[in-house]
């Protein structure tokens, strides 16, 4: 973790205070989205407020964001696949972000279960394009212009989507991406405009 | 944190494993605990539900256990008044242990308002309770015994119950407690039985 230093081209919180400290806020921010999701009417039943927090522990937790750091601290050193790298991709940081777009859809109206489907496959797409662009930037990009420290998985030894298979073909697989959660959202038209915009800052970025 | 390797007289989760695992499975379990609580009905309105998440999450986090434990942290190498140490527990550990009591009263039927408040006030006595024994095992107990690292709060130089106000007078200061929790139950009878047994588990177990 020592060489994890920067965050948005500022300190990150356990370099700023102390490993201890950053844990203790981690703890106590995913206690709060637990709580913000339970403490006032977010939809007119309240079990679908109860869904939603289902939904958020399960992508929290060992079959979400805990199992994929889980499996990517297993990685360090080793050779993974695209798959395998993949699985681990689905759960670090896909499980969160899908959960984000489903749950803002839950609270909605008027969206039907076909539709939630369609914004799931969005939401796996765009979030694995988000990891596939952090992989072409920390290879290719400055510290400067990344705000936080580049060329990070290559000295810690990780397997990225740029080691397995080239900065081209993972910058192209990316684009891919994008272009198949932009189909996932085509039923729901315009409702969905800001969807679009989102992946397009994803994969565009260039931090 | 190198010290702390034994519980129950078994290795912790960061000797027999490593320190990200553990942390890892913390945040697992404490996302599962929202996913029990949100995954099937457990009271007749699902607002009650909704209610006890509230609950575990404002125990949990920095109004809670996480605070509790950056207090604990920014304790070392100082002196605490009772009173600093009060609040340092109550929030720690105190802030769960009341959670635990409420939410099984919550979620049961035929409580009124007026025997909650004697549950919490149970429970925040209980609570502290199990803390001052603590420090009184931690400091008179041996590991075999204990099932944990004895003397290690001397070590680490932490303030306890033992350290501000000697081995007899918090070993008498949990038994006070005792009482005063007995005291709060005695409106509900009979009905809770079972938590007089467990502040009486609390205060005189030897580990």
């Known amino acids: 973790m020592d060489d994890d230093v920067l965050r948005r081209g500022r300190p990150t919180c356990h370099v700023e205070y102390d490993e201890a400290t950053a844990l203790l806020v981690g703890d106590s921010l995913q206690s709060l989205a637990f709580q913000v999701l339970s403490d006032q009417p977010l939809a007119d039943d309240p079990r679908v407020q109860l869904d939603m927090i289902r939904r958020l522990a399960v992508a929290s937790g060992s079959r979400g964001m805990a199992g994929g ?3 990517d601290l297993s ?9 395998e790298l993949e699985v681990m991709h689905i759960h670090k940081t896909g499980a ?8 803002g859809a839950s609270c909605g109206s ?3 279960p076909s539709e939630l489907a369609r914004l799931d496959a969005f939401a796996k797409q765009a979030g694995l394009a988000f990891q596939v662009v952090d992989d072409v930037l920390d290879a290719s990009a400055s510290t400067a212009v990344l705000g936080k420290t580049a ?5 810690d030894n990780k397997p990225t989507y740029v080691s397995i298979m080239g900065t081209t073909a993972a910058a192209a697989f990316a684009r891919d991406l994008q272009r198949g959660a932009l189909e996932s959202l085509s039923p ?7 969807l679009g915009q989102v992946v397009a800052y994803i994969v565009e970025r260039s931090y």
């Open 110 to 112: 008027g969206i039907e």
């Open 75 to 83: 990685s360090v050193d080793r050779t993974l696949s695209v798959p």
């Open 96 to 103: 969160l972000i899908r959960a984000a777009v489903l749950l």
């Open 188 to 194: 729901l038209g315009s409702r969905a405009a800001r």
């Open 151 to 155: 060329g990070k998985d290559a000295k």
């Open 69 to 71: 750091q889980a499996i």
